[in-house]
């Protein structure tokens, strides 16, 4: 039975969708202006685990993401950078999707840029100004009225009385001391040069078309709206978004819909890079393509698997401390998981044992799995999840180092690392490599002077295989060939 803590009650609750057939999800996407930095990959990456952690725990998730295309950084910075936002933001948009595909995160079903819910967006405004939700101020700006919604203070659990109250703030990311009315169609600007949409709005009697763009809240909304329509399962971004973005999402889409937006809520914590707050002004502002610059001698494989293991290994909820130390201790995990995997690969491929499978390992192998499953259903239990998987690790190699495997227990355990796989995302199952016979016929020859203790015509062919770059590496009951 999976629990998760649902923000939205501050409690740990089990997890129930609306339909069996069909698990929603949503979570906001990027804006669009400059390189994915390491706190927000590490928000996809949990995002990502909870999404295949659903899938294998039976559930059907269908997953929406936004892209911000619009808003003040894009358009701002499209200026500086003399390019039509259309085509600057299209540029950020395929890098940071080319990041998700490196670091093994799974394309969202849908993803959408928020230039291509402008109708729904314009729709679910009209109908809020209908229905006194949302008013238009005196800089020409449409807001929506929190006063009109009943329990706007809910998922920030905010406390009114120490809050500094404004009528209304056009400024998407106001500061989180200040409780106003928050903008859903914001007036033109000359400094936004061609970047408006005329729009038509209903003003009671009154019809008015308006030469504006759309602010940062609604479109989350229309696009649940879109995909969704009025109601979804689970809702995943970082703490940061709970006030205002989150709390503004659910007074829009509620106040439409009048039904409860998302049953549960979760957010991830915040990243420190060295104990500090990340941020340009202390440089340790870190991007993917920082990482592969500074890592151009380590396999890039490798690195992108080490930099989501570093990201899974704490508990979602709770806040990382990245370092360089930590990231290239994981290169080192990464490796040692490979030399499993190439281990118990080497071992199938010379494997001729048919025994029948042996009751206390089918035993074992279910106790495994239940514990995995067990840490997973605990609302995500990434230490958990990983305590179990590298006690497997253990288990494997002690078992291969017995070398008395049948067939049928060795495939069981090459798909149990499939099973784990699922969630993680981390193994490489392509290591099984091919060698020329000229090679293969010379470690034949070192491991038989080996087995007839002839070593020093095995130390021979071993050193002309490290002379044309090949390795033997002798496990305890048997020898395998690689690359260097």
Not at 100 to 106: M, Q, R
Not at 342 to 356: F, I, R, S, T
Request: hydrophobic share 40%; with cysteine.
């Amino acid at each position: 039975m999976l629990k998760i803590y649902n923000t939205l009650t501050r409690e740990k609750e089990k997890f129930k969708p609306l339909a069996l057939d069909q698990t929603k999800v949503y979570f906001c996407g990027p804006t669009v202006y400059n390189y994915a930095h390491i706190w927000n990959l590490r928000t996809f990456i949990f995002e990502d685990y909870v999404v295949r952690g659903l899938s294998f725990l039976g559930f059907k998730p269908k997953v929406t993401m936004n892209i911000t295309d619009i808003d003040d950084k894009t358009i701002r910075d499209s200026i500086l950078a003399w390019e039509k936002l259309e085509d600057f933001t299209k540029k950020y948009t395929e890098i940071f999707l080319k990041d998700l595909k490196k670091l093994n995160i799974k394309t969202p079903d849908n993803i959408t840029p928020i230039s291509s819910i402008i109708d729904e967006m314009v729709e679910m405004i009209n109908w809020l100004i209908k229905n006194w939700y949302a008013y238009l101020w005196e800089d020409n700006s449409i807001y929506y009225d929190i006063k009109k919604f009943k329990n706007y203070w809910k998922l920030a659990n905010l406390d009114f009385k120490w809050m500094q109250i404004w009528k209304s703030v056009d400024n998407d990311e106001y500061t989180k001391e200040n409780l106003a009315d928050f903008v859903l169609w914001k007036a033109y600007k000359e400094t936004d040069w061609d970047n408006f949409w005329e729009e038509k709005f209903i003003f009671w009697d009154e019809e008015k078309i308006l030469k504006w763009r759309p602010g940062w809240h609604i479109e989350c909304s229309a696009c649940n709206k879109k995909h969704f329509w009025g109601q979804i399962d689970l809702h995943m971004w970082w703490i940061d978004l709970v006030f205002p973005h989150h709390q503004n999402e659910i007074a829009q889409s509620e106040g439409y819909f009048k039904k409860t937006f998302s049953n549960y809520w979760m957010h991830g914590g915040h990243l420190f890079v060295d104990g500090k707050k990340m941020s340009k002004s202390l440089n340790n502002f870190y991007t993917l393509a920082y990482l592969e610059e500074k890592y151009f001698d380590i396999s890039k494989d490798i690195l992108y698997r080490a930099i989501r293991l570093s990201f899974m290994m704490s508990k979602y909820r709770e806040s990382v401390d990245f370092s360089f130390e930590k990231l290239e201790s994981n290169f080192v995990v990464i490796k040692k998981i490979d030399n499993t995997i190439k281990k118990l690969l080497a071992y199938k491929k010379n494997n001729n044992l048919e025994h029948k499978f042996r009751r206390e390992l089918r035993e074992d192998l279910q106790w495994i799995i239940w514990d995995f499953v067990s840490s997973l259903e605990d609302d995500f239990n990434m230490p958990e999840v990983f305590s179990v998987f590298f006690e497997y690790i253990t288990f494997v190699n002690s078992l291969v180092d017995e070398n008395n495997l049948s067939i049928w227990e060795t495939n069981s355990l090459i798909e149990m690392f499939w099973n784990f796989n699922e969630v993680l995302a981390i193994i490489d199952f392509d290591l099984e490599e091919e060698f020329d016979d000229d090679i293969l016929n010379l470690f034949n020859e070192r491991n038989l002077a080996k087995k007839d203790k002839n070593f020093d015509l095995a130390d021979k062919l071993r050193d002309e295989l490290l002379e044309k770059w090949y390795k033997i590496v002798d496990d305890r009951a048997w020898s395998r060939l690689e690359k260097k």
